[in-house]
C-alpha cells in the first residue's frame, strides 16, 4: 500500500474511534431515560459533554500539531482518552460520568486537530478532496458504528459496558497510529491559493465565513443524528435496537455523501461552490422532516434517512478548503479554530434542540435547522 493511502486509513480510523464516543452518547439515549430517569434535555446535557471537552483543547492541539507532528499528538490524545473512558465503566452517577466524557473530549480533540493535517500533507491539490472526504467519512462511521453497538452494549451491560467498547477502541487505534503512522513532508502541503507563512486570518474574512458556514450546517447535522433515533422511536414507535440499525444505515449514506462531495470538489476545482450548493439541499432535506415530523408516515423514516446522509455531506469541503487557505505553516491552528467552531455548534445543538423538542415538539426543531442551513449557503464565501 502506497505510503499516502496508508497515513489516510489511520487519520481515518483514528477520526472514526474519536467520533463513536464524542458523538455516540446520544444513542443510549434510551437506556439513560429508561434506567437513570434522565429527561430528554438532562441526556441532551450529557450528551455535549464529550464535545464541550473538545472545544476547550482543539486550538492546543493544532498549535502542538504545527510543532512537534501529528502522529505524537494523536496517539497521546487517543492514548488519553482510552484511560478516562476506562474510568467511565465504574461512573458512579451522571455528574462524574459527564466529567470523565468531557476529559475524554480534551483527549479526543487531538486527532480532530492533528489528523486532517496529516491526511492533507500527503496528498497533492489534484486528490486533496476526496482524500478528505474520505477522512470525514469518519465522523459518520463513527456514528454508525455507536448506533449499532451502544442500544445493545447498554441493554447487556449498562452504560458502563458501552464505555469499555469505546474505551477498547480508542486504545487499539492510539497503538496502531503509534506503531505506524508518520507525519507528512512539512513541504507537501501547499494551498490552492499558494499562501505564505503570515497570518491567513489578517486582512480577509474568508476564514471566518468558512468557520462560520461550517458551525451552523452541524446544527441540522446533529439535529438529524442526534434527535432522529429518539424521533423514529416517540412519534413511529420504533424499538431502540430497530432505530440503532436504521440510523446506523443512514451513517453510511453520509458517509458516502462525503467521498462524492470531495470527488466532485476536485473535478471542478473548487471547494466552496459545491459546499454552497449542498448546504441549499441541506435545507430542503431538514424541512421535508420537519414536514414529515408534523404528519408522521412512513414518509418519516424516510426523510430522516435522507437527512442523515445529506447534512453530512459538506464538512469534508470546509475542513479542506480552510487547510488551502490556511496553508501549511497555519493548517493546524486554522483547522483547530475550524474545528471549535464545529464541536462548539455541535455541544451546543442537542441540548438546545432537545429543549425545543420537550416544549414545542419535532417539527420546530427540524424547520428551526432548516432555517439554519440556508444562512449557512448564503455566508459560504464561494467568491474566494
Known amino acids: 500500500m502506497p505510503r499516502r493511502w496508508l497515513m489516510l486509513t489511520l487519520g481515518t480510523g483514528a477520526q472514526t474511534a474519536a467520533c463513536a464516543f464524542v458523538y455516540g452518547i446520544p444513542y443510549l439515549a434510551a437506556e439513560l431515560r429508561s434506567t437513570e430517569h434522565l429527561t430528554l434535555t438532562q441526556v441532551g446535557v450529557l450528551v455535549a459533554c464529550p464535545t464541550l471537552g473538545l472545544v476547550l483543547a482543539l486550538v492546543g492541539w493544532g498549535a502542538a500539531a504545527d510543532r512537534y507532528g501529528e502522529r505524537v499528538v494523536i496517539a497521546s490524545g487517543l492514548g488519553l482518552a482510552t484511560a478516562l473512558l476506562a474510568a467511565a465503566y465504574t461512573a458512579d452517577g451522571m455528574v462524574t460520568l459527564g466529567i470523565l466524557l468531557a476529559l475524554a473530549g480534551v483527549g479526543g480533540a487531538s486527532v480532530y486537530s492533528a489528523s486532517g493535517r496529516l491526511v492533507m500533507g500527503w496528498f497533492s491539490a489534484e486528490e486533496r478532496g476526496l482524500a478528505m472526504g474520505i477522512r470525514q467519512t469518519s465522523t459518520p462511521l463513527g456514528m454508525g458504528l455507536a448506533a449499532l453497538s451502544m442500544p445493545p452494549l447498554a441493554a447487556a451491560y449498562g452504560v458502563g459496558g458501552a464505555m469499555a467498547f469505546l474505551a477498547g477502541l480508542c486504545g487499539v487505534i492510539a497503538l496502531l497510529i503509534a506503531l505506524y503512522a508518520a507525519d507528512p513532508p512539512r513541504a507537501a502541503t501547499g494551498g490552492e491559493t499558494e499562501p505564505g507563512t503570515g497570518n491567513p486570518y489578517r486582512g480577509s474574512a474568508t476564514l471566518w465565513r468558512i468557520h462560520g458556514a461550517g458551525a451552523l450546517l452541524v446544527i441540522p447535522q446533529f439535529t438529524a443524528g442526534a434527535f432522529a433515533l429518539v424521533m423514529l422511536v416517540d412519534v413511529r414507535g420504533w ?8 440510523i446506523a444505515g443512514a451513517q453510511v449514506l453520509g458517509a458516502l455523501s462525503r467521498v462524492a462531495a470531495g470527488r466532485w470538489s476536485d473535478r471542478v476545482g473548487s471547494r466552496l461552490r459545491p459546499m454552497r450548493q449542498l448546504a441549499l439541499t441541506t435545507a430542503a432535506v431538514v424541512a421535508a422532516c420537519a414536514l414529515t415530523a408534523a ?47 464545529q464541536n462548539l455548534a455541535a455541544a451546543l445543538a442537542p441540548p438546545l434542540v432537545g429543549a425545543l423538542i420537550t416544549a414545542t415538539g419535532y417539527w420546530p426543531a427540524f424547520a428551526t435547522a432548516a432555517g439554519l442551513a440556508c444562512a449557512a449557503a448564503v455566508i459560504v464565501p464561494v467568491t474566494a
Open 239 to 246: 424499538s431502540a435496537v430497530h432505530a440503532g440499525q436504521l
Open 295 to 341: 404528519f408522521p408516515s412512513p414518509l418519516t423514516d424516510l426523510a430522516l434517512v435522507v437527512a442523515v446522509g445529506i447534512t453530512a455531506s459538506t464538512n469534508g469541503l470546509s475542513f479542506t478548503a480552510t487547510a488551502e487557505r490556511a496553508g501549511p505553516a497555519w493548517s493546524g491552528r486554522a483547522l483547530g479554530v475550524h474545528n471549535t467552531g
